[in-house]
């Protein structure tokens, strides 16, 4: 541990020093994108505002190449809000290594 400024400061490095989370649609084929918006529509018409049109995702990008570490796919915006919370808190309090072991199980896999 060092002192700075009164402060003492730890030498771990923090998942946010390698990444950071961002809020994305998903990007799915045209056909699978018209069908979620036609049940968009009618699930609006019918008073369930709930549906979401388009998935949005929490997506964990790399510092250094932008590259995609972890992306999870959500039901509505405010899962995708309440998810990107928790995740950036973790980014802030875990190291790289425990940030990884936390949340890779939960990453989308390959439809």
Known sequence: MQ???GQVMSDQ?????????????????PLMAAGRWVVALASATLGDGEFEANEPQVVVHSRVDDSVMLRITTASLEEA??????????????????????WEPAADRER
Do not use: C, M, P
């Open 3 to 5: 002192q700075v400024k």
């Open 81 to 102: 809000e309440r998810l990107i919370v928790q995740i950036r808190e973790d980014l802030e309090n875990l190291s790289t290594e425990e940030f990884r072991a936390e």
């Open 13 to 29: 490095t923090h998942a946010s020093d390698d990444y950071e989370a961002r809020l994305e649609a998903a990007h799915s084929n």
